[in-house]
């Protein structure tokens, strides 16, 4: 139980892709995500504390209920970002925010961008655009040779009951947290516990972020984005309770740290680095053309398949409605799909998201 004048906000979410979610806010910087079963019933518990009218939460309850789009159209977040009042760290996690990504649903974790795309290099160079990754295109799309393969299974995939996708993985899931955050609690146990009482196999890890990035422009299946701890958290990276994840079958060594690529000294400096990175000049241009494949309109519809852009479709809100299924087998399976393979967040807007100025 809380006060009521405890509460600071409350903002209506959607949980496995339904609607049927709430979290709370409160003033202590405190907060609680809440699967309510059903929209009726999220609606029910809404409207009782809406009329309650909590004294702290002001405007929140206003627009509390309104759908994501709606509520990006009313804010002014992108007119201050493209004013350069906002960081791009900040704007992507407002952006975040607003289409239901949060901290306490590790199915809908907040997704950042891979920025840099240079991890053998001694040096950083921030000023050569060759550093960077292409932020107009998806992870999946990066390399021309993948680009053909998954437009070749794009093209061929035929099936009555399924819609064509790229992929068949997500840029972001729980599974993807758990890997990233694996050195530090409670990931470390949450890992632990997914993969039934043990750590994956030492090989399949997070050992080192040039072997991640490798593997995210090359394999077929891998392609996930980042996490905002990527930008602000070196403590991931390091084994700070010395945990057994077990040895390497191919080189024989200790999971332990994370590896790091030459140009970081040590966490503190790469984190340092990502983050300067993520707020460079050249990220500034470019980042709009990310926003809409992740949050805009590349996301669904014709506009996404051009971008080669497409999910499996139980990763898109809307594509089935899970309070009309009555068998338990087949609402536990789709639950299952969806909460380990990830879901797309939340479409704020449909048309082309405007440059920073």
């Known amino acids: 139980r809380w006060p009521l004048d405890s509460l600071r906000g409350v903002q209506t979410r959607r949980y496995l892709l339904r609607r049927s979610a709430l979290e709370i806010f409160l003033l202590d910087r405190r907060a609680y995500f809440l699967d309510l079963r059903t929209q009726e019933q999220r609606t029910r518990v809404y409207s009782t504390v809406a009329g309650l009218r909590p004294r702290h ?74 550093t960077y990754r292409d932020l107009g295109k998806p992870v999946g799309a990066l390399t021309k040779s993948r680009l053909e393969r998954i437009k070749e299974r794009y093209d061929a995939f035929d099936d009555p009951d399924i819609p064509k996708f790229h992929y068949g993985s997500h840029y972001s899931s729980a599974g993807i947290v758990l890997f990233y955050l694996l050195r530090l609690e409670p990931f470390t146990s949450l ?66 740290h994370c590896g790091l690529p030459p140009w970081a000294a040590d966490a503190f400096d790469f984190v340092t680095k990502n983050r300067a990175a993520l707020e460079s000049e050249h990220v500034s241009r470019h980042l709009h053309l990310w926003i809409d494949l992740v949050f805009g309109y590349k996301q669904r519809g014709p506009a996404a398949v051009r971008a080669n852009n497409v999910f499996y479709y139980l990763t898109y809100e809307g594509n089935v409605d899970m309070e009309a ?10 639950q299952d799909q969806i909460a380990n393979f990830g879901q797309t967040p939340s479409q704020l807007t449909r048309k082309p998201h405007p440059r920073r100025m």
């Open 57 to 130: 939460c002001g405007k929140f309850l206003e627009i509390g209920n309104s759908s994501p789009e709606a509520l990006f159209r009313k804010s002014d977040i992108t007119a201050r970002w493209c004013r350069r009042e906002m960081s791009n760290f900040d704007y992507i996690m407002a952006l975040n925010t607003l289409a239901g990504r949060t901290y306490n649903d590790i199915t809908q974790y907040p997704v950042f961008p891979w920025v840099i795309a240079d991890y053998e290099s001694e040096t950083l160079n921030l000023d050569d655009p060759k």
């Open 325 to 334: 299924i009555t068998d338990p087998t087949l609402l536990k399976a789709t």
């Open 191 to 256: 890992a632990h516990q997914l993969q039934g009482g043990k750590f994956d196999h030492a090989d399949r890890l997070f050992n080192d972020v040039p072997t991640c990035w490798k593997g995210v422009t090359s394999d077929v299946s891998d392609v996930k984005e980042l996490i905002p701890e990527f930008y602000y958290l070196p403590e991931m990276f390091v084994n700070v309770n010395n945990v057994d994840f077990g040895v390497k079958q191919s080189t024989g060594r200790t999971v332990n």
